[in-house]
């Protein structure tokens, strides 16, 4: 047996599609992949042995404004840095940085900035997988914490001009689809192999299946900042339900969505759910002020610590993604769906399926959810990024070579 890295748990969850749960389970890490991962007991003696909880595969976030006091549309290395770093802490190894509206010109500038930065990261932390850009090409009408005065029509040269600043880092865009020029952006964007997201929209159904039909392939943080479910009109809600070609980001936290409704997008849309944070820089901080796109948002003590805007609008979240994935097993979602949501569905998105799940040739990025479903550790191509590694695994008696272990206790 090659030598590498061979990690027991009570249970595994490879996050593949059959959404099944190894009980208990091993996955073996070789040259920064898994090798193997499968349930029972495993070949040899382990180098590392989790007494509870859970293995998953890392968690990926496709919505992140900010974290750890750092807001991300200031386009900054060590603020960028800091993230990468602390982002782990949250069962998350990989994210998709997200700038929210601003003048066209100041956005071209800082996704040339964001281009730069993200190639200078290597797995030392969560990965930069690219950039998710939400706006400008909103409906003024359902702007929720966005600056209506920088959000403009989808041009074809602004459009241009965008894709050009965003030349290999450029990943997802949230626009809304029935504003003019909506659908020739939809299919500008796709045909560059850009993901589109319908959000902050006031859409008819029927405007979203135009946009499915152009191209868009996702809805941003569902039942927020666009047209509601209504019997009559299904709107963005209902069309992003029932529409099979969408899939949905999700914001599974009760000041955004209440259990019994994200409950209910699970079982309306099985397989399409994506669990997203839209966290902000107030995230993983304490309450106080913070930034988001320049503007000033308050975290309140008590129990909705949601960020919000001087007059009371929701401006992104606190929320982590492992607090993600334990509310929604909490509103009676399976540990497996809620994990894949998490994983293998945001993986498959952004056309990255080498991430989101625990299969041969998949990269080795994992977290150890404890019983409570936080995260206790975290691995980003084979090597541990949360918490830094203080004592030496054993090497697997089968097989010589190195192996990094955890403390008894990482909490």
Sequence with gaps: MASGLLITAPRVVPGTSEAAVLEPGYVLIAGGRVAAAAGGPPPCDPDLVLGSGCLVPGLIDLQVNGFAGVDLAEVDAAGWARVVRRLPETGTTAFLPTLVTAPVGELAGALRSAAALASEYPP????????HMEGPFLSPSRAGAHRREWIVPPSPAAVADLLAAGTGVLRVVTLAPEVEGGLAAVAALVAAGVVVSVGHSDAAAWQVAAAADAGARMVTHLFNAQRPLHHREPGVVGQALADPRLTCGLIADPSHVAAAVCAIAFAAAPGRICLVTDASAAAGMPPGRYRLGREPVEVRPGEDQAPRLADGTLAGSVLRMDRAVANMVAAGVGLAEAVAAATRIPADLI??????????????????????????????AGELVYPLPTVPGTPCAARPGPAGGLPADPR
């Design 124 to 131: 030392a932390g969560a990965r930069v997988l690219g950039v």
């Design 351 to 380: 056309g990255r399926p080498d991430l989101g799940r625990l299969t041969p040739g998949a990269a080795a990025d994992l977290a150890w959810l404890g019983d409570d479903l936080r995260t206790r550790a975290a691995w980003v």
